[in-house]
């Protein structure tokens, strides 16, 4: 859900290691979440999405695992480059619904 | 991929006047569009739904007088923030849902933000 008011938490990895950023969302009926990155002064950027009838997808690089059970949806990124240091939002709604809410985000920072 | 513009990128007006800020699907229609408000090193916070040919659905605790949204064609909805403040100032994004029926879900788009600061 949505989370105004708190501060990003970070992220720091070291240039070639592989990234995994977490999120916890809030309303059991989502059924689709999307992971956005969102770099400075920008609009955020779709990444990869999943429906609750999948556990896993994978796109170039990242994939994205959910856990239903808990809540939980989890981006990981292989290979991290510096090009991937931003924040990175996930967002649930329901399918054919009108409402997405985004996350409290994730500063990712790439160390060469 | 799917397109969203969004115009002016960055605005500077004086308070007590009205800016509006544009967001267009270029590429895909799109029925269903969303007005973000984004504080420095925060989330995106929704302010409300915006539904071509009706009114948009306001979350609680934004003024829809103030915020006034136009979703006028399957391609294009405004928001206008009139008699602006200070306190206005922020970060504005939008994002489209696209129009397809798909099994696969109906991504939603963001446009590249809008910067307003009021004077």
């Known amino acids: 859900g949505e989370s105004v008011g708190l501060h990003l938490p970070t992220l720091s990895v070291q240039e070639g290691d592989n990234s995994i950023i977490n999120c916890a969302y809030s309303?059991?009926?989502?059924?689709?979440f999307i992971w956005y990155k969102q770099e400075s002064g920008k609009g955020p950027q779709f990444i990869i999405d999943i429906r609750s009838n999948m556990d896993k997808r994978q796109g170039q690089r990242v994939t994205v695992l959910l856990n239903k059970t808990v809540k939980h949806l989890s981006l990981q990124i292989a290979a991290t480059q510096p090009g991937d240091s931003a924040v990175y939002f996930c967002?649930?709604?329901?399918?054919?619904?009108?409402?997405?809410?985004f996350g409290a985000g994730t500063r990712l920072t790439v160390k060469p | 991929g799917a397109v969203v513009s969004q115009h002016p990128s960055r605005v500077i007006c004086k308070s007590g006047t009205s800016v509006k800020i544009e967001c267009r699907s270029l590429?895909?229609?799109?029925?269903?569009m969303f007005w973000y408000r984004q504080f420095p090193k925060k989330s995106l916070m929704l302010m409300a739904t915006s539904n071509e040919g009706s009114k948009a659905t306001y979350e609680q605790g934004v003024e829809k007088d103030k915020f006034l949204i136009n979703h006028a064609s399957l391609t294009l909805s405004t928001l206008t923030v009139t008699s602006a403040h200070p306190e206005d100032s922020s970060f504005y994004i939008c994002s489209a849902r696209e129009d397809r029926r798909s099994f696969s879900g109906n991504t939603i788009y963001f446009g590249e933000g809008s910067w307003l600061t009021v004077v």
């Open positions: 590429d895909f229609q799109a029925t269903t």
């Open positions: 967002a649930e709604t329901a399918y054919n619904n009108n409402d997405m809410r």
């Open positions: 309303n059991s009926a989502s059924d689709y």
